[in-house]
């Protein structure tokens, strides 16, 4: 089955600054790859995602980078702000949706004023 | 257009009794998918159901859990025979067709004592 390995754990960053959060999987046949951010006390919250079929997609202040050969795909956060604190997961399921998602285990990233 | 229903929010169970999730999906949207998230850890797929079908149960423990998606109503994870380890939070998600971007609720969160 799928494997997601996410890193790093934990992410602190100055406010303003670019926050990057990496994950790696090994289904090559995995196909879409959403990123979630969690809040606490609160469900996870689809922020962006990208299929297999692109490289690079962006929305606003927030990036994603996938390199299928390689395996993994990148969350970029540029200018952050202290709402950006939160959980961000990533995932990843060769079903094309939400069924059968495989999660990493989660990024707490800090925002430090 | 509401999100995401899930009840209850929280719900206290002893060991051996029964727990009952329910999950709304928004409207318009007919496939419904649970996940259940342990401490500190990511998200595990439990179940994929649409309308009054089991689509892919490979991540529900084989005994005591099951899962039903009738064509009136919502969606409802029944843990049988609760015990300690099955304290979590349990998210439901749903989107419009296989494939697509899903939404989640804001989850339940099941303490056995």
């Known amino acids: 089955g799928e494997n997601v390995e996410q890193h790093p754990s934990t992410l602190s960053v100055q406010e303003g600054d670019s926050a990057v959060i990496k994950c790696t999987y090994s289904d090559s046949a995995s196909n879409y790859f959403p990123w979630y951010k969690q809040e606490l006390g609160k469900g996870p919250q689809l922020i962006i995602d990208i299929r297999s079929n692109v490289g690079e997609k962006k929305d606003q202040r927030i990036a994603v980078t996938l390199n299928k050969t390689a395996k993994h795909f990148s969350l970029h956060i540029t200018e952050t702000q202290p709402e950006d604190s939160a959980v961000y997961f990533c995932a990843a399921t060769s079903g094309g949706g939400a069924d059968g998602l495989t999660f990493g285990k989660g990024t707490h990233l800090i925002i430090q004023p | 257009n509401a999100g995401v229903m899930q009840n209850p929010r929280h719900l206290v169970r002893r060991r051996g009794q029964e727990a009952r999730l329910r999950c709304s999906p928004m409207k318009g949207h007919s496939h419904v998918y649970w996940y259940r998230q342990l401490p500190e850890e990511g998200l595990k797929f439990m179940v994929y159901?649409?309308?009054?079908?089991?689509?892919?149960e490979s991540g529900m423990p084989k005994e005591r859990f099951s899962a039903e998606f009738p064509k009136e109503g919502p969606s409802i994870l029944r843990i049988q025979q609760v015990v300690r380890g099955d304290s979590a939070a349990y998210f439901c998600a749903s989107s419009p067709t296989r494939g697509s971007e899903a939404f989640f609720g804001q989850g339940t969160r099941l303490t056995v004592v």
């Open positions: 159901l649409q309308k009054e079908n089991i689509i892919d």
